[in-house]
């Protein structure tokens, strides 16, 4: 058994923070492609067990409510965070069912649909990656160390690289604020170019970065 000291947990993150850290270009991706469907209409569906159900809930409030600055709601919807209908769709279809069928309900051609899993192997997600993609929607998944199956059924993914499920949920919260950031960004630049003015200094310094 690992011998756990008062930094074990401190040390975990760090050293699986210089790998995470390569994949902000990703994310910066993630949120001007989110940014630009949502605001042409589309919508974003989330989904994930325990733990990372709990950030697939923050990552939609942060956009039906506001990450920082204000600005208008979004329509993000978590799947696991209607009760009723989670456990009657459990209930009568089987477990695997519980997020697929909301996708088939809820999802369109277009929409985006974030699924976390720190073993990127729950079965109920993988029903519901491959159904997203039978609609036409963009699957993009958050998962643990790669290979694994989730990885394998998204349109793209981002695979932490930590040794405790810990570590990579606490990594996967940082990916959510950063795909959130990026996401204020560019709806910032949508609006400044709407409003033919010039965007503030932290957006201008952002979008000549990935220029």
Known sequence: MKLVTDTTHCDDLMRALPQFRHDAARLRRWGASLADRLCGGARLLAAGNGGSAAQAQHLTAELVGRYRDDRPPFSALALHADTSATTAIANDYGVQEIFARQVCAHGRAGDVLVLL??????????VAAAEARRLGMSVWAVTGPAPNPLEA????????AADTAATVQELHLVAVHML???FDESVE????????RQAGPNWAVAGEERR
């Open 180 to 182: 959130c950031e990026s």
């Open 153 to 160: 059924a998204a349109d793209e993914a981002l695979c932490v």
């Open 189 to 196: 630049r949508r609006t400044a170019r709407r409003q033919g």
């Open 117 to 126: 899993s720190t073993s990127g192997a729950s079965a109920n997600l993988l």
